[in-house]
């Protein structure tokens, strides 16, 4: 990875949030409830890490690895930006 790609995803785990073209983007800390229709839908966790798609697509996309509270798995999963949602202040 080489400076340029490392700045951008240094950016987003800051404590700070950031908001590309209207859209929020969650920093590590974060409380997140899982929207995305499947198994972890309505579970809620932690941000451990975001990571961001640099490519010039024309609208902001990341991924977010969250470790789920109440879940049978205890590895964190990764969601895209769209499938969770901000649900309390990030922890300290």
Request: glycine share 8%; aromatic share 8%.
């Amino acid at each position: 990875m080489n400076q340029q790609e490392a700045a951008p995803r240094a950016a987003l785990a800051s404590p700070e949030r950031s908001i590309v073209q209207g859209e929020r983007i969650l920093s590590q800390g974060s409380r997140v409830r899982v929207t995305s229709h499947g198994p972890f839908r309505g579970l809620r966790g932690t941000i451990h890490t975001v990571d961001a798609i640099t490519a010039d697509i024309g609208e902001p996309f990341c991924f977010y690895l969250v470790a789920l509270e109440g879940a049978h798995i205890k590895t964190p999963v990764w969601f895209v930006y769209d499938e969770v949602e901000e649900v309390g202040p990030a922890s300290l």
